[in-house]
C-alpha cells in the first residue's frame, strides 16, 4: 500500500472525478521503485467541456474541479518524503477546439484550441505556438463562425516531451510529425530546463 502526504480533500466528494484520478496516479507515481518502472505515461479524463450551452456555468464548475485536484497533486509531487515534481509533466488535450464566436449560450466545435503544460523542470513562464495576428472574421485563419485554422500541429509539443522521456525514434511514435515543417516542432530544450 502505497501512503500519500497529501489529503487530497477534493476527491473525497462525488462530485471531483478528476481529483479521484490524479488522487490515483500519485499513489502509482510514488509507488514506481515497488513497481519496477523507471518511467509512465498516465491518461485522466474530465469531460463536460462541450459547451454549446450553460458556457460560463460549466467552465466555472469543471475549472474548479481541476484546480483542486491539480493543487493536491502538485503538492503531493513536491512531498518533502518523495519529491518527484521535477520528474514529472501535466499536459491537457482535447480532441477539438472551440468557435471564438458564441452561438447564443456556449460555443461549438473547431479546429484550434489552447492547451497548457505543468512540470516541476519546464521553463514556465513563456507561450509556445504562433498567436493569429487577426482573430476577425477576415482573418487569413478564420474559415467561418470563428473556426481558426491552427498553427502549429498538436504533434509539436508531443515531441518536446517524447524527447524528455528519452525516446529515439520520433517519427514511428508520432507517425504524423512527417506532414508539417520542422520548423513548428518544439525541441525538448524548448520546453524543459
Do not use: C
Not at 102 to 127: C, F, P, R, V
Amino acid at each position: 500500500t502505497t501512503t500519500l502526504d497529501t489529503p487530497f480533500s477534493s476527491a473525497d466528494g462525488n462530485q471531483n472525478y478528476i481529483a479521484r484520478q490524479m488522487k490515483q496516479v500519485a499513489k502509482l507515481i510514488k509507488a514506481r521503485n515497488e513497481l519496477g518502472h523507471d518511467r509512465d505515461v498516465f491518461y485522466v479524463r474530465l469531460g463536460g467541456f462541450d459547451t454549446h450551452t450553460n458556457l460560463n456555468d460549466q467552465l466555472d464548475d469543471l475549472m474548479g474541479y481541476i484546480d483542486d485536484a491539480l493543487a493536491d497533486f502538485v503538492a503531493e509531487m513536491k512531498s518533502a518524503s518523495d519529491p518527484v515534481w521535477d520528474q514529472v509533466t501535466v499536459l491537457t488535450a482535447s480532441e477539438f477546439g472551440r468557435t471564438l464566436t458564441s452561438n447564443g449560450e456556449g460555443t461549438d466545435h473547431a479546429w484550434g484550441g489552447n492547451y497548457w503544460m505543468m512540470s516541476g523542470s519546464l521553463k514556465g513562464g513563456q507561450i509556445l505556438g504562433e498567436y493569429p495576428e487577426d482573430l476577425t472574421d477576415e482573418s487569413p485563419l478564420n474559415i467561418g463562425r470563428g473556426r481558426l485554422i491552427p498553427t502549429t500541429p498538436w504533434e509539436s509539443i508531443f515531441s518536446g516531451i517524447a524527447q524528455w522521456l528519452g525516446v529515439q525514434d520520433l517519427d514511428s511514435t508520432l507517425p504524423n510529425r512527417r506532414n508539417f515543417p520542422q520548423s513548428t516542432y518544439f525541441q525538448q530544450s524548448d520546453l524543459y530546463n
